[in-house]
C-alpha cells in the first residue's frame, strides 16, 4: 500500500510530501492545487514506460511546468509584511517526484538538459533530463535501505555481494526503471515498474451525445474498463458474470430505486438498456442522462473484477445529481476492500460522505503555495531526495 506521494517544484506545489492512508480524499476551493496533485501522480505513472517526457512537454515543457515563485518563502512574504520576490538560489532546477509504500519507495529528479556542442545539432533541447532516481525499502531514503541509485548516465544496483555498477549508459530520457528492469539483476526495479504500470486513472469519463460510453462496441470479457469508457457494456456484462452474485444489481437499484440493467447483445455488439418504473420501455445509452451514464462508468470501474492496487478517481461528481452521492460513496467504500483509493473532489457533500472512513486533505493556497490544511512542514512523512 503506498504511503505517501512526494513533489517538489511542480507548479503551485513548491514542496509537498503528502501522507496517504486506504482511502484518501483530496479536496480544496478551485485553483487549490487539487489537479496539479493529479497531475503528479499520472506523471509517475507515465514513468514506467517512459512516458513522463512526453508528458511534460504536452504540458508545455519543464520550463511551463515548475513552480514559479522564489525558492524560499520568508514569513514575511507570507504575512503580506514584504512583496514576494526572488531569492538566492541554492539548488539546481528541478522537478521531483517520488512515492512512499510499505514494501519499496521510488524517487525521479527531472532538470534542464545540459545544452549540447554546436557539433551536435538536436531539435529536442527543450526536453528535460532525468538527472537522479532512487529505490529503496522503509519509508524514506536512507544509505541503509538504499537498493538501487541512478545518477546522470550511471546506474548501480545493490546485489547480495554489495553494489553492482552497470556497464551500459542510461539515456537522460529513460528511466532506470523501464530500461534497466530485470527479474535476475535489477529485480527491485521490476517491482517498481509493475507497481507504476497497475496504477489506475478514471478522469472526467466523456459522457456528451458522442461519447464512446453510449456506442454499441464489440463484446468481449472486460475486466478493467477502458479510459474512455467504450467497452462499457462489456465490462458491466462481466461483473454481472464474473462478480460477486447481485453485486451489480444492488447497486443499481441503490442509485435508481427500481431500474433494471440489461445488456443486449446485437450480433456480437453489445448495447446497454435500462429500464425504469413508469416507462414502458427500456432507455438505450444514447437516450440516458449524462448523470445516469456517467453513474455507471463509476458502476464499472469501481466494481471492476480485476481491482487495481491504487486507483485515482478526478471529480467522480461531475455531472451526477446530488441524491446519487450515497450510492457513489457506497461504491467507493466497498472498493477499498480490494483497492487502495485515492479521490479528488470538491463536492463538500460526496467528501462528507466519506469522510469518517477516510484521510480528508484539504488543499489551499498561501503566496501562491499549495499547503495542506492543518498540516504543518515537520507533521509531513519524512522524506529525502536523492542526490544528483
Do not use: C
Amino acid at each position: 500500500m503506498l504511503t505517501a506521494v512526494a513533489v517538489e517544484g511542480y507548479r503551485s506545489l513548491r514542496s509537498l510530501v503528502l501522507p496517504l492512508e486506504r482511502l484518501t480524499v483530496v479536496t480544496g476551493a478551485n485553483g487549490s492545487g487539487k489537479s496539479n496533485l493529479y497531475r503528479v501522480l499520472r506523471l509517475l505513472a507515465a514513468v514506467a514506460g517512459d512516458g513522463a517526457v512526453a508528458a511534460l512537454a504536452a504540458e508545455g515543457g519543464l520550463p511551463s511546468t515548475l513552480w514559479a515563485g522564489p525558492e524560499s518563502i520568508s514569513g514575511g512574504m507570507r504575512r503580506g509584511e514584504v512583496p514576494v520576490q526572488g531569492t538566492m538560489r541554492r539548488g539546481p532546477i528541478a522537478l521531483r517526484l517520488g512515492f512512499a509504500s510499505d514494501g519499496l519507495g521510488y524517487a525521479l529528479d527531472l532538470g534542464l538538459p545540459v545544452p549540447p556542442p554546436p557539433s551536435i545539432p538536436t531539435m529536442f533541447g527543450r526536453d528535460p533530463e532525468i538527472k537522479a532516481e532512487a529505490v529503496w525499502h522503509g519509508p524514506y531514503l536512507r544509505p541503509a535501505g538504499l537498493l538501487a541509485e541512478r545518477r546522470g548516465p550511471s546506474l548501480r544496483v545493490r546485489g547480495d555481494d554489495g553494489w553492482v555498477r552497470h556497464d551500459y549508459r542510461l539515456p537522460p530520457w529513460a528511466s532506470m526503471v523501464s530500461e534497466a528492469a530485470d527479474p535476475r539483476t535489477a529485480p527491485e526495479l521490476l517491482a517498481v515498474r509493475d507497481e507504476l504500470r497497475s496504477w489506475r486513472f478514471f478522469d472526467h469519463v466523456r459522457a456528451d451525445a458522442d461519447a464512446p460510453a453510449r456506442r454499441a462496441a464489440v463484446g468481449t470479457r472486460t475486466p478493467v474498463l477502458a479510459g474512455d469508457g467504450a467497452d462499457l457494456a462489456a465490462a458491466l456484462q462481466t461483473i454481472r458474470e464474473s462478480g460477486p452474485e447481485g453485486r451489480l444489481d444492488a447497486a443499481i437499484d441503490r442509485a435508481f430505486p427500481g431500474s433494471r440493467l440489461r445488456v443486449e447483445d446485437q450480433d456480437g455488439r453489445f448495447a446497454l438498456q435500462l429500464s425504469q418504473p413508469g416507462l414502458l420501455r427500456s432507455l438505450g445509452a444514447a437516450e440516458l442522462s449524462d448523470g445516469t451514464l456517467r453513474f455507471l462508468v463509476w458502476v464499472a470501474a469501481l466494481l471492476s473484477t480485476r481491482p487495481a492496487p491504487f486507483l485515482v478517481l478526478n471529480e467522480p461528481e461531475t455531472s451526477l445529481h446530488p441524491s446519487l452521492f450515497p450510492a457513489l460513496a457506497d461504491l467507493i467504500l466497498d472498493a477499498t476492500a480490494d483497492s487502495e483509493l485515492l479521490v479528488v473532489s470538491h463536492s463538500e457533500p460526496l467528501v462528507a460522505l466519506l469522510r469518517d472512513a477516510a484521510l480528508v486533505h484539504t488543499l489551499r493556497k498561501d503566496t501562491g503555495e499549495t499547503q495542506v490544511e492543518g498540516l504543518l512542514p515537520l507533521e509531513q512523512p519524512p522524506w529525502h531526495w536523492p542526490s544528483r
